[in-house]
């Protein structure tokens, strides 16, 4: 078998770096039009210390484990983005992905695509998972695009589940099983 699972053209999924990468996650943690996209709950900019803390609480996760790694250029082996697979299920073989190329300068190039090539190829040859899943704020059209775009098909709305700059949005979740990928 040669399927690449940590490599590619333009980016490597790495280990998270406890002292390189909390500093940089806590940059992303301020930048409010990331955030506000990315997570449900109200954003609030996070110390390096603080992210450091759940890096370790992440490894010691046993009820809701997950697997996390950075998203690094290939270029410059700069952190752009991360990958992280959550609360796994390994009794019926799901996960929810979440991933985010963070900076606007680094989008548009084909590091989301190839990030989630070499996730998908993870998750479903790897560990063996049979779905995925995730959720995105309806407002956020280019992450649903995105999604969709690489098989990734729409499951439960819920509907005016986010408050957001006076108005509520729905919170999309998305489903990928195996076969559906394996198809493509």
Same mark, same amino acid.
């Given at each position: 078998m040669d399927t690449q699972l940590f490599q590619g053209k333009l980016i490597r999924l790495t280990a998270p770096d406890p002292e390189r990468d909390p500093e940089?996650?806590?940059? %992303?943690t301020h930048n409010a039009a990331f955030m506000r996209a990315m997570f449900a709950e109200p954003m609030r900019p996070l110390s390096p210390n603080v992210i450091?803390?759940?890096?370790?609480e992440a490894e010691k996760e046993q009820r809701h484990p997950s697997i996390r790694f950075g998203v690094r250029a290939?270029?410059?082996?700069?952190?752009?983005?991360?990958v992280r697979f959550l609360r796994i299920? %390994?009794?019926i073989g799901g996960a929810r992905l979440l991933l985010a190329i963070v900076d606007e300068k680094d989008r548009g190039k084909g590091r989301?695509?190839? &990030?989630l090539q070499l996730a998908l190829n993870?998750?479903?040859?790897?560990?063996?998972?049979?779905?995925?899943s995730a959720s995105v704020l309806e407002?956020?059209?280019? &992450?649903?695009a995105f999604l969709r775009k690489h098989g990734f098909v729409d499951e439960v709305r819920r509907r005016q589940a986010v408050y957001r700059d006076g108005k509520y949005w729905d919170w999309v979740m998305l489903?990928?099983?195996?076969?559906? %990928?394996s198809a493509k």
């Open positions: 940089i996650e806590s940059q %992303w450091k803390k759940k890096y370790e290939c270029v410059d082996d700069r952190l752009i983005g991360f299920d %390994w009794s989301g695509t190839e &990030a993870y998750a479903f040859l790897e560990m063996n998972l049979y779905r995925l407002s956020n059209d280019r &992450a649903l489903g990928l099983l195996r076969d559906e %990928w």
